[in-house]
């Protein structure tokens, strides 16, 4: 049994790509003060370009947007974020498999995964981590997170840093849509992002808007998910469809469990 | 009335948009739209069609109105949907009363998972009703495939429920169903104290906390009627035209809640206007997938484009802050 983890580990850690650089993405989105719920339909977006196109910058143009309209509503507009996102998705969905059905099928090209798992797991933290903390556009991104106003008195745009923000966020979920469609799987499938969005917003909260604690978490997922596929090897009693809900069980599990006081960013949401 | 105006612009520019779509991917628009109003409203059948599915879009949609009253972000309709069903399902053989009250009950526990969630552990509702909604439809997934599939065990579903609701004129009561929910449901936000609490609620929960109501029961109970409401959604579909329990039971009708209750500006008899257009819009969507080869997920689509229509409508309409710089 415990073998059998081992060995589903480092499968495990390249199957939680595209989960690992949503969460880093959000991080950023929600540093700056927005929740993006749309990073559900960002991810699918950029599967569905990345498996049209065959690359990594289709996916992430695709992202883009996805993320240019959440922007154009959050920011310009100052609707509803929840609102937004939810919209999001569903128009995410809708079109991927609107265009899918009319082109057919996609040209997938096989992508190697292993640069960009090394990227995701490690170039891509240091990288966040030295942008948020050891900068003044990280300062300053994250000020517009926790206290706009005073941004704006120091003559700074907090807008300029959300639109930042998303737009490293288009990136990197762009690659993880890319991985996804490309090297996790032979092309698009209507709706393939499956709610690992969703999940990515929940391990954020988890790692307490920090990059450690999204790498943290995002490592606690994909060994979860190891110890899923490990069971389904070993022919446990555990009905099928009951392990395919494991990974939200042990989300919603992770969302109680943080303990103590969860310090999110002061103007997280607020528009 | 701008409420109305924006509706009406909305519902508009999601077929104009539909059209477009097509457009581009080759078909005649004129044709697109044709099919589009035919399949939903061209005949006796496709009425009865777009009223079937108008039913459950009317109680998902007031399963939100009621929530988002009340400011909770219940996006976990598609789940409490999809547990009502079960559970109208296992309460079949005990009549079809007994069967709704299942769902109703099995709703609004599923919703209240998150409500518990929140007030206890500070866990965002919008992503523990969004998780709740996956562990339901995996849930669903493995009773038609273990405990509760049929007994030839040929597909993977169930046994036709051991009762139906009533039909009426071909269509199931259902319609009452949800009909008798709106009201209630817009008996209860404004024309009792409890309603207004609630509204206050949302409107401003610290204001409403002064004010000496007891804003975590506001939510608690907010959560549990809306989830009751989703749950006997799934009851009616299952009672009334499903029959069976079968994996893809819910496609999508807790999501579309959103669009249809935001469509009506979060008013409950506003839903009705609003869940009979997204119900001839789904309908119309499967007629062109079935005569044109066009996904019916172009649908939900157009719902996405409801919504974001109305959200940047209301937003450009209402007093701008001060601009950023």
Redesign the interface.
């Known amino acids: 049994m415990l073998e059998l983890v081992a060995a589903s580990v480092p499968l495990a850690l390249v199957a939680s790509v595209p989960l690992l650089l949503a969460v880093q993405g959000e991080l950023v989105v929600q540093r700056s003060g927005m929740i993006n719920?749309g990073v559900e339909g960002m991810l699918l977006a950029a599967a569905f370009t990345a498996s049209v196109t065959g690359t990594l910058l289709g996916g992430v143009a695709g992202a883009v947007a996805v993320a240019a309209?959440f922007g154009v509503?959050a920011?310009v507009?100052?609707?509803?974020q929840?609102?937004?996102g939810?919209?999001?998705?569903?128009?995410a969905?809708?079109?991927t498999?609107?265009?899918?059905?009319?082109i057919g099928s996609t040209a997938a090209s096989a992508m190697q995964s292993n640069v960009i798992a090394p990227f995701a797991w490690i170039v891509s933290p240091l990288l966040l981590a030295l942008l948020l903390w050891r900068t003044t556009t990280g300062l300053r991104l994250r000020a517009a997170g926790e206290n706009?106003d005073a941004l704006?008195s120091a003559?700074?745009?907090?807008?300029a840093h959300r639109w930042l923000a998303l737009g490293i966020e288009s990136v990197l979920v762009g690659i993880g849509g890319a991985h996804l469609a490309l090297a996790l799987s032979n092309g698009f499938a209507?709706n393939m992002s499956a709610?690992r969005g969703?999940?990515a917003?929940?391990v954020v909260?988890f790692g307490r808007w920090r990059v450690k604690g999204a790498v943290i978490g995002s490592a606690v997922f994909g060994i979860a998910a190891a110890l899923q596929y490990a069971l389904q090897a070993a022919a446990t009693p555990l009905?099928?469809?009951?392990l395919?809900?494991t990974p939200?069980?042990v989300?919603?599990l992770i969302?109680?469990?943080?303990t103590g006081r969860?310090v999110a960013p002061e103007s997280l949401g607020k528009? | 009335m701008t409420r109305l105006l924006i509706g009406i612009g909305a519902a508009a520019l999601a077929i104009a948009v539909l059209a477009m779509?097509a457009a581009l991917?080759?078909h005649s628009p004129a044709d697109v739209v044709g099919v589009l109003f035919d399949g939903a409203l061209g005949s006796p059948l496709a009425i009865r069609g777009t009223i079937l599915k108008s039913i459950p879009l009317l109680l998902t949609g007031l399963c939100v109105v009621i929530a988002f009253r009340a400011g909770v972000?219940n996006?976990g309709a598609e789940g409490q949907f999809i547990v009502g069903a079960i559970a109208a399902w296992m309460g079949s053989p005990y009549g079809t009363i007994a069967s709704m009250l299942a769902a109703a009950v099995a709703g609004a526990v599923w919703s209240s998972i998150a409500t518990a969630?929140r007030l206890?552990?500070?866990?965002?509702e919008?992503?523990?009703t969004?998780?709740?909604n996956?562990?339901a439809v995996?849930?669903l997934?493995?009773v038609v495939?273990?405990p509760l599939r049929e007994t030839s065990a040929r597909y993977p579903q169930s046994d036709p429920a051991a009762s139906a609701l009533p039909q009426l004129a071909e269509i199931h009561a259902g319609s009452l169903i949800s009909i008798a929910t709106a009201i209630a449901a817009w008996w209860l936000l404004y024309r009792t104290t409890e309603g207004l609490r609630l509204r206050a609620t949302g409107l401003n929960p610290s204001a409403a906390r002064h004010a000496g109501i007891n804003v975590p029961a506001q939510i608690a109970r907010a959560m549990a009627i809306s989830g009751a409401i989703a749950g006997v959604a799934g009851g009616v579909e299952l009672l009334g035209v499903t029959h069976r329990l079968f994996e893809r039971l819910a496609v999508g009708y807790g999501?579309s809640g959103?669009?249809v209750a935001?469509l009506a500006g979060l008013h409950p008899l506003g839903s009705i206007a609003s869940a009979l257009f997204f119900g001839a819009f789904v309908t119309g969507a499967g007629e062109l997938q079935r005569t044109s080869?066009?996904?019916a997920?172009?649908?939900?689509?157009?719902?996405?484009?409801v919504?974001?229509a109305v959200?940047?409508a209301?937003?450009?309409l209402t007093s701008?802050?001060p601009a950023?710089?």
């Not at chain 1, 498999?97 to 009319?102: G, L, S």
């Not at chain 2, 997920?297 to 484009?305: E, K, L, N, P």
Request: proline share 3%.
């Open positions: 719920l309209i509503f920011i507009f100052r609707a509803d929840i609102v937004t939810t919209a999001l998705n569903l128009l969905l809708g079109l498999a609107f265009i899918y059905r009319e706009p704006r003559g700074h745009s907090a807008a209507e709610g969703y999940i917003l929940a909260i009905p099928y469809h009951l395919l809900a939200y069980v989300t919603l969302l109680c469990g943080v969860v528009s | 779509a991917a080759g972000w996006i969630m206890w552990r500070n866990a965002p919008v992503l523990t969004i998780l709740l996956f562990i995996h849930i997934g493995w495939n273990g999501y959103i669009a935001l080869g066009i996904s997920a172009i649908a939900t689509f157009g719902q996405a484009v919504i974001l959200v940047a209301g937003a450009l701008r802050k950023d710089a």
